[in-house]
């Protein structure tokens, strides 16, 4: 069993800022933040209604960027 911390260190950890259309209320900040959080990989998700995107930090060799579009997508909004 490794150690978790040593194990977190050595993942490639990377962040990438999503541009997202059609969020008009925190209902919707929830459900974005929600499917993100259900990505495999992903670490943390900070989703801001003001500027329409999301900030989400990812194990890339779990989860990558397209996936992380298509969760957003799937749950019905536009990632720009
Ligand atoms: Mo608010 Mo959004 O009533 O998916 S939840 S519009």
Redesign the pocket.
Same mark, same amino acid.
């Given at each position: 069993m490794l150690n978790p911390v040593i194990a977190g260190a050595a993942m490639a950890m990377e962040t990438v800022q999503l541009n997202i259309q +059609?969020?008009?209320? @925190? +209902?919707?900040?929830? @459900?974005?933040t929600g499917v993100l959080q259900k990505v495999p990989g992903v670490s943390s998700v900070e989703v801001s209604l003001e500027q329409r995107c999301a900030k989400v930090v990812y194990n890339s060799a779990e989860a990558n960027p397209a996936q992380l579009k298509a969760a957003v997508e799937g749950?019905?909004?536009e990632v720009i």
């Open positions: +059609g969020m008009t209320c @925190n +209902g919707c900040v929830k @459900n974005v749950a019905g909004f």
